[in-house]
């Protein structure tokens, strides 16, 4: 069948088999391959991507699911092909690590800077520790997505 996506504002028409994921239709149908698959299951949050500004584990999303709605992936983030603030961050602060959670976590934190309601360092551990870093390099992240939230919440 035949399903409609908008990534990163661009439209995509991409044609499917009901059983096929989200992130796997991002990768293969529409060529972005910044989205990782990790565990498949939803639990690591490697495929988190924002679906109409909701966080989403890709990899348990159908993609028929997705069919006309508003996708952004980490592809869509960059600043006129400058890091945005967050992956400027992230670089700053040295919470890359090996890479392969950094797509979901770059898309998480964005979910919750767009928010742009206060959040505690509690809040933000918890909403981050919802993605698996397996570099164990948690520190560094929540540094550098607060070193955001600072800005974003002083107005900066």
């Not at 565990?39 to 909701?54: N, P, R, Y």
């Not at 159908?62 to 961050?89: C, H, S």
Request: glycine share 10%; with cysteine; hydrophobic share 40%.
């Amino acid at each position: 069948m035949r399903i409609h996506l908008n990534v990163n504002g661009t439209d995509h028409g991409v044609e499917v088999e009901p059983r096929y994921s989200l992130v796997d239709t991002l990768r293969e149908g529409c060529g972005l391959t910044g989205s990782h698959v990790g565990c498949e299951h939803g639990v690591c949050g490697a495929c988190t991507v924002l679906v109409d500004e909701q966080p989403v584990r890709a990899c348990l999303m159908f993609a028929v699911q997705a069919d006309g709605k508003r996708i952004r992936t980490v592809e869509g983030l960059d600043d006129n092909g400058a890091f945005n603030a967050l992956q400027q961050a992230f670089h700053e602060h040295h919470a890359l690590q090996c890479g392969f959670c950094t797509p979901g976590m770059l898309m998480l934190a964005t979910w919750i800077v767009e928010r742009g309601a206060p959040v505690s360092d509690d809040e933000l551990r918890e909403f981050m520790a919802s993605n698996l870093c397996r570099c164990t390099g948690y520190r560094n992240i929540l540094r550098a997505v607060r070193a955001v939230l600072d800005r974003t919440e002083d107005g900066a």
